[in-house]
């Protein structure tokens, strides 16, 4: 059963930064888009970036724009989300998501009920 792993969670304070993992064990994750979700205390599960195979397509919900970058590596079939100028805003656990269906774009937010999803990883700010 492939499974999606995140990693790279802590806790830091207003202003600093982070850097998230998403790796797969039983599949490799280089032929697909990779979506990263998050869901802060009492809501909803949010799109948040996503990448397509190639990692050319990019989106980011508005709320991130300019603080957060999605990227990957696919010779060590690891995306990343690079996270930065947090605020309190930001503190939920993040998760991975492959969407076996898509590779050339990237869905973001989307939800279709074929995803791998990991378990996430706790990012918490706070001074």
């Known amino acids: 059963q492939p499974q999606v792993v995140e990693s790279g969670g802590g806790s830091v304070q207003p202003g600093g930064s982070l850097r998230l993992s998403c790796t797969a064990s039983g599949a490799t994750l280089d032929a697909i888009a990779i979506g990263w979700f998050r869901q802060a205390p009492g809501k909803e599960r949010e799109g948040v970036s996503c990448?397509?195979?190639?990692?050319?397509?990019?989106e980011h919900v508005d709320s991130v724009k300019g603080r957060f970058t999605i990227s990957r590596d696919n010779a060590k079939d690891t995306i990343y989300l690079h996270m930065a100028s947090l605020n309190a805003g930001v503190t939920a656990v993040y998760f991975c998501?492959?969407?076996?269906?898509?590779?050339?774009?990237?869905?973001?937010?989307?939800?279709?009920?074929?995803?791998?999803w990991g378990r996430g990883t706790e990012v918490t700010v706070s001074s």
């Open positions: 990448i397509s195979r190639s990692g050319e397509v990019t």
């Open positions: 998501a492959a969407y076996v269906h898509y590779s050339a774009r990237c869905p973001l937010g989307g939800l279709y009920g074929t995803e791998i």
